[in-house]
């Protein structure tokens, strides 16, 4: 018989700072946000995702009983929060009401700053985009010239399209580095110098004292927005992995995104796969994004058409001012450049042997490839296929779907959309107790 192990020494549980972070409630926001309840924001996070909805699709998705789901509905209602639609809908013989978010409640933006872009977008309270706007910007040109550009061309958006600045009741952030979710801060972000811990939040804010900001990692942001509007909006377990000038990963974990103790989860640029590889800025050598992202594509496929072995990447590079990009690889690839079809599939084999790892540790239902190097086709999506089923054990792999993002490009936008969305209905960290 073995003993009882002593266990009064051992530390309490440590919460973790994503629990309750500390702009929640910070803003102005719904007036009434304060008094959703538990089982109220249940519902409308359920039909933020599937749109219009019957009592009856409502009883399948929970397990509330029928007076729960009328009480709710009527509070909601009251609150403005949902509005009742013409019944068109037969169910049973007869027609039943229809429910949907009411749009008219306030406005969303969102912002998608790219490390050569700032894509926005203005959304109604449903979530439905009113208003889409991209240009070009350089991250690099720092957090007061970039927020200001972006609070600038928001108004301006709003202004042009007749939509009030103090509707505005939530603003959703990615930004291309690793985020503490809890501060809605850049950490010691690479290739962006003066984000370090700038108070992004706000920034904003004083532009927006109406909304609740929410700033997260872009490719988080990214995630969101597949599970709710594109190829994951089945899905409870996903990898959403996004392959730009670098490679990050969005864990989604039973509907939700998972970010881990500090909030940088998923940061799988940086695994090792080659100790001779190339020198990477994090100070290592061959980490994932040094030999598989875009600039690694681009630079193999130059290397070996400078050594003579491919006349069209050659041509492609001439035409482009002595420039090779990652696009014109894949275009190579597509006129049956064998050169550009070799470096695309090893970058894919790279991508899909970390995959197999992440598949054997997580058993996700469904992987998303998204990010401008997607674009480089098929190739990519059946070397990466290829490795991961080669590698992962046939449990995992049975019924797992790796496919492209749906919502490609519109991706952060829709994102930052459902960002600002969730943490507008939330609970105030007092009131979550006794609003059950
Ligand atoms: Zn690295």
């Known amino acids: 018989m073995g003993t009882i192990r002593e266990v009064t020494h051992r530390k309490p549980r440590i919460t973790s700072s994503l629990d309750e972070p500390v702009w929640l409630g910070q803003a102005e926001s719904l007036p009434n946000r304060d008094f959703i309840t538990l089982s109220e924001k249940m519902l409308i996070d359920l039909v933020r995702k599937h749109g219009d909805f019957t009592k009856a699709d409502l009883a399948i998705y929970t397990d509330f009983s029928r007076t729960k789901i009328t009480s709710c509905i009527g509070s909601l209602i009251n609150k403005e929060i949902i509005v009742t639609n013409q019944a068109t809908e037969y169910s049973g013989g007869r027609r039943s009401k229809t429910y949907s978010l009411n749009g ?3 406005l969303v933006a969102a912002v998608d700053i790219g490390a050569t872009s700032i894509d926005l977008g203005i959304a109604d309270f449903s979530g439905k985009l009113l208003v889409r706007y991209s240009e070009p910007a350089s991250i690099k040109d720092g957090p007061i010239k970039i927020l200001g550009r972006v609070c600038t061309l928001l108004e301006k958006l709003l202004l042009e399209n007749c939509l009030s600045i103090g ?3 939530g603003i959703g952030i990615g930004v291309p580095g690793p985020v503490d979710f809890s501060v809605g801060a850049l950490v010691s972000p690479p290739i962006m110098p003066g984000w370090d811990a700038y108070p992004i939040i706000q920034t904003v804010q004083q532009w927006f004292p109406s909304a609740n900001v929410v700033v997260d990692n872009d490719v988080n942001v990214m995630a969101l927005g597949e599970i709710n509007q594109g190829a994951g909006w089945d899905v409870d377990n996903l990898i959403f992995v996004k392959i730009g000038t670098g490679i990050g990963a969005g864990i989604v974990c039973e509907g939700k995104i998972y ?8 940061d799988i640029g940086h695994i090792g796969v080659d100790k001779t590889g190339p020198l990477c800025h994090c100070g290592n050598r061959g980490c994932l994004e040094t030999v598989a992202a875009g600039p690694a594509i681009a630079e193999r496929a130059l290397l070996a058409a400078q050594l003579g072995k491919s006349s069209i990447l050659i ?11 990652a696009e014109d690889v894949g275009d190579a690839a597509r006129e049956g450049d064998a050169t550009a079809i070799e470096v695309i599939r090893e970058s894919g084999q790279f991508i899909g042997d970390v995959l197999a790892s992440l598949v054997n540790f997580y058993d996700p239902q469904m992987i998303v490839i998204g990010g401008g190097v997607s674009n480089l086709g098929n190739l990519l999506l059946s070397s990466i296929r290829q490795a991961v089923l080669q590698r992962s054990t ?3 792999t049975r019924d797992l779907r790796i496919v492209f993002s749906e919502i490609g490009a519109d991706a952060g ?5 459902s960002l600002a969305t969730e943490y507008m209905f939330s609970l105030s960290p ?4 006794q609003n059950r």
Do not use: D, Q, W
Not at 315 to 325: P, S
Not at 413 to 417: K, N, P, W, Y
């Open 104 to 106: 008219k409640l306030g």
């Open 167 to 169: 509707k505005v009741k």
């Open 259 to 266: 970010r881990g103790f500090r909030g940088c989860a998923g």
């Open 315 to 325: 041509k492609h590079y001439e035409e482009n001012g002595m420039i090779l990009r």
């Open 394 to 396: 046939p449990l995992a």
């Open 413 to 417: 936008v829709l994102g930052a959309v």
């Open 430 to 433: 007092a009131g979550s107790s």
